[in-house]
C-alpha cells in the first residue's frame, strides 16, 4: 500500500515548537555555533521531512529569513539545523533570478549532478572565522516542495547551485569543512583557462 508523502512528513515535535516561539517570534533565531560541542551535535544530524501544513512553520522560516538576511552576521542561505531544527528547510538567495531574491525551499534534494565541478571559496554562519575553497558541482537538479505542498524538479548552475549544495549538505549533517577533508584525498584536473572548472580524477588507488 501506498501513503502520501505528508503522511510521512512529520509536524513538529513539542521541543521543536518551544524553540520555534521561544523569545521574541518577530526576530530572528539564534544560529547555532560549531565551536560548542551541544550544537556541532545538531549541525552534524541528518534532518527529517516537514508536513508544509505544520503549525509554526511560517514562524520557522520568517525567523530563519530575519536571520540570513541579518545586515551584520547575514549571508547568502541558511538551512534550519543552523538555527537548531533538524528538518529539511532552507533558505537561498537566487543569484540566477533578476533582484537576486531569497527563497525558501521545504524537504529539498539534489537528484542529478554534473560531473563538472567548479572551486569556489565558502564560509559558513556556524563555523567562526573560517572560509576555505570547495569543489562543488557545476549543475545540479533539485525536487522539493512549496510552501503549498506542491512538489517542483529544477535545475540550476553556476554559484547558486553552490549554495543549494551547501545548505543541502547541512541538512545531511555535512559542513563545508567536512567536504573540504574528503577531497583532500581527491584529484581534480582543470578543463580551461584561468582554473575554475574541474572534472574529478578517477583514482588507481
Given at each position: 500500500?501506498?501513503f502520501?508523502f505528508?503522511?510521512l512528513?512529520q ?19 539564534y544560529?547555532?555555533?560549531?565551536d560548542?560541542e551541544k550544537?556541532?551535535e545538531?549541525l552534524?544530524?541528518?534532518s ?8 509554526n ?8 529569513y ?6 551584520t552576521?547575514g549571508?547568502?542561505?541558511?538551512a534550519?539545523p543552523?538555527?537548531g531544527?533538524n528538518?529539511?528547510i532552507?533558505?537561498v538567495?537566487r543569484?540566477d533570478k533578476?533582484s ?6 521545504l524537504?529539498?534534494?539534489?537528484v542529478?549532478?554534473?560531473e ?6 565558502e ?10 575553497s570547495?569543489?562543488r ?11 503549498k505542498?506542491k512538489k517542483h524538479?529544477?535545475?540550476i548552475?553556476?554559484f547558486?547551485a ?6 543541502i ?7 563545508f569543512?567536512?567536504r573540504i577533508?574528503?577531497?583532500?584525498h581527491?584529484d581534480?584536473?582543470p578543463?580551461?583557462n584561468?582554473k575554475?572548472l574541474y572534472?574529478?580524477?578517477e583514482?588507481s588507488?
Amino acid at each position: 500500500m501506498l501513503f502520501p508523502f505528508f503522511s510521512l512528513a512529520q509536524k513538529f515535535s513539542k521541543s521543536e515548537r518551544e524553540l520555534i516561539n521561544s523569545g521574541n517570534t518577530s526576530e530572528r533565531m539564534y544560529v547555532i555555533q560549531s565551536d560548542i560541542e551541544k550544537e556541532l551535535e545538531i549541525l552534524k544530524s541528518v534532518s527529517k521531512n516537514i508536513n508544509p501544513k505544520a503549525k509554526n512553520l511560517d514562524i520557522l522560516i520568517s525567523r530563519m529569513y530575519l536571520a540570513v538576511t541579518h545586515p551584520t552576521d547575514g549571508g547568502v542561505g541558511i538551512a534550519a539545523p543552523q538555527v537548531g531544527i533538524n528538518r529539511n528547510i532552507i533558505w537561498v538567495q537566487r543569484f540566477d533570478k533578476p533582484s537576486e531574491p531569497f527563497e525558501v525551499y521545504l524537504n529539498p534534494k539534489i537528484v542529478w549532478r554534473s560531473e563538472l565541478m567548479r572551486k569556489g571559496a565558502e564560509g559558513c554562519l556556524s563555523i567562526p572565522n573560517t572560509r576555505g575553497s570547495v569543489y562543488r558541482h557545476y549543475a545540479i537538479e533539485i525536487e522539493y516542495h512549496n510552501r503549498k505542498g506542491k512538489k517542483h524538479s529544477e535545475k540550476i548552475e553556476g554559484f547558486t547551485a553552490v549554495i543549494f549544495q551547501h545548505e543541502i549538505d547541512h541538512l545531511n549533517g555535512i559542513l563545508f569543512t567536512d567536504r573540504i577533508k574528503e577531497q583532500e584525498h581527491k584529484d581534480f584536473y582543470p578543463i580551461n583557462n584561468p582554473k575554475e572548472l574541474y572534472l574529478e580524477q578517477e583514482s588507481s588507488r
